[in-house]
Each structure stands twice: as C-alpha cells, then as structure tokens.
C-alpha cells in the first residue's frame, strides 16, 4: 500500500520561505514522477509543481515559477518544495502525489493528506 506523508507547512508571513518534505512508502517512490498539489477553500486542486524521476524534466505552474523549487532524493523516496517570497494567495493544504510513469508529468495515481500553509499579509 503506498503512503505519503507530508510535512513542513506552517503559518507564515508574505515573504518567508518554507520548505515542504513528502516521504514516499510502499512503492519504489524513485521510479516515478512525484508532484505538488494544492487546495484552497473554495478552489479546485491546482498542480503546483512535478518532477520526473530522474530529476531533469520539472513542471511548475505559472503562479509559482521563479519562486518554488522541486526536488528530489530518490535514495530517501523524498520530494521537496522549496517556496520563497510566499504570497498570501499561496494559502492552501499542499499534498504531494505519485505517479504511475517515470517522465509523464500530468499523471498520478496517489495523495498525500496534506499539509496546510498559510500566509498572513
């Protein structure tokens, strides 16, 4: 059964950074795309950032580009989100997801429950 846990959200001021960790268990996290979701009240679920499994091929969308970062340690079945200059616009639960391919950015198959982030003005 594949678990995912996230951690490292947290109330923050607009242009703090924080960093999210998302722990892969289950299946072999390292042989497929890993990505960053997020929620707002209200939202629909946004794709916020993907990484394939080699690492070479990332994805962010608009709003976030220049400003998040995605990594990965496939020894530790661990993806990383690094936001800096955090927006108030950027408050939502963040969950990480697996995918089923090692390079196709657009497809997953599993969620985290998620880690709140909250920005204050």
């Known amino acids: 059964q594949v678990q995912l846990v996230e951690s490292g959200g947290g109330l923050v001021q607009a242009g703090d950074s924080l960093r999210l960790s998302c722990v892969a268990s289950?299946?072999?996290?390292?042989?497929?795309?890993m990505g960053w979701f997020r929620q707002a009240p209200g939202m629909e679920r946004e794709r916020v950032a993907a990484?394939?499994?080699?690492?070479?091929?990332?994805y962010y969308a608009d709003s976030v580009k220049g400003r998040f970062t995605i990594s990965r340690d496939n020894a530790k079945n661990t993806v990383y989100l690094q936001m800096n200059s955090l927006k108030p616009e950027d408050t939502a639960v963040y969950s990480c997801?697996?995918?089923?391919?090692?390079?196709?950015?657009?497809?997953?198959?599993?969620w985290g429950q998620g880690t709140q982030v909250t920005v204050s003005s």
């Open positions: 997801a697996l995918g089923p391919y090692s390079s196709r950015l657009d497809a997953y198959d599993y």
């Open positions: 990484i394939s499994r080699s690492g070479i091929n990332t």
């Open positions: 289950g299946r072999t996290a390292s042989t497929y795309v």
